[in-house]
T-cell receptor, first 113, second 116 residues
Framework: KNQVEQSPQSLIILEGKNCTLQ??????????LRWYKQDTGRGPVSLTI?????NTKSNGRYTATLDADTKQSSLHITASQLSDSASYIC????????????FGTGTRLQVTL | DTAVSQTPKYLVTQMGNDKSIKCEQN?????MYWYKQDSKKFLKIMFS???????INETVPNRFSPKSPDKAHLNLHINSLELGDSAVYFC???????????????FGSGTQLSVL
């Protein structure tokens, strides 16, 4: 069964600090891995998309890594800001014409003063 | 200019009623989706349409019926609403996800459905 597991479930950090969120997946066959940010009451917004051949991708202060051998990904947030408070969702895509995405349940990040 | 817009934002209704959620995208995308996010924040695909044609139809009760009048619109009609239908429903769109499916998904802001 295709699954995406994220850890930690929730995280509280001080503004300005760095943090790393983890994602493990068992989706097969694998096509791509995405990280989304979902603010409260809003839809998810794409941060990064990585294919099998990519092992790192950055989007501003967000850097995602992918190890397709161990089926793990991480999202590193540098110099966190209050606006980073949100849920971060790891999503893995399979292959095929109507390829489906498998969503993790997210890590709830709270950045405080 | 909202890229993917869905209405209403909130929907409170009684069990047994029929309701519709509308979605429109102005991104020129070929493919539109409906996702359901449950109380545990888990997002699950319900339907996907490419150019008005149904391409993904997950195991969803047939009380849920999507309708795509054109490729910029995908509406969701729900008959005989049940308590378990309470969730947040997200519309999304992308360019056609062919083999590989690397196209970025753009989500609407969600419709919070509460069935009493």
């Amino acid at each position: 069964k295709n699954q995406v597991e994220q850890s930690p479930q929730s995280l509280i950090i001080l503004e300005g600090k760095n943090c790393t969120l983890q994602c493990n997946y068992t989706v097969s066959p694998f096509s791509n891995l995405r990280w989304y940010k979902q603010d409260t009451g809003r839809g998810p917004v794409s941060l990064t998309i990585m294919t099998f051949s990519e092992n790192t991708k950055s989007n501003g202060r967000y850097t995602a890594t992918l190890d397709a051998d161990t089926k793990q990904s991480s999202l590193h947030i540098t110099a966190s800001q209050l606006s980073d408070s949100a849920s971060y969702i790891c999503v893995v895509g399979g292959t095929g014409t109507a390829s489906k995405l498998t969503f993790g349940t997210g890590t709830r990040l709270q950045v405080t003063l | 200019d909202t890229a993917v817009s869905q209405t209403p934002k909130y929907l409170v209704t009684q069990m047994g009623n029929d309701k519709s959620i509308k979605c429109e995208q102005n991104l020129g995308h070929d493919t539109m989706y409906w996702y359901k996010q449950d109380s545990k924040k888990f997002l699950k695909i319900m339907f996907s349409y490419n150019n008005k044609e149904l391409i993904i139809n997950e195991t969803v009760p047939n009380r849920f019926s999507p309708k795509s009048p054109d490729k910029a619109h995908l509406n969701l009609h729900i008959n005989s609403l049940e308590l378990g239908d309470s969730a947040v429903y997200f519309c999304a769109s992308s360019h056609f996800r062919g083999a590989g499916g690397n196209e970025k998904l753009f989500f609407g802001s969600g419709t919070q459905l509460s069935v009493l």
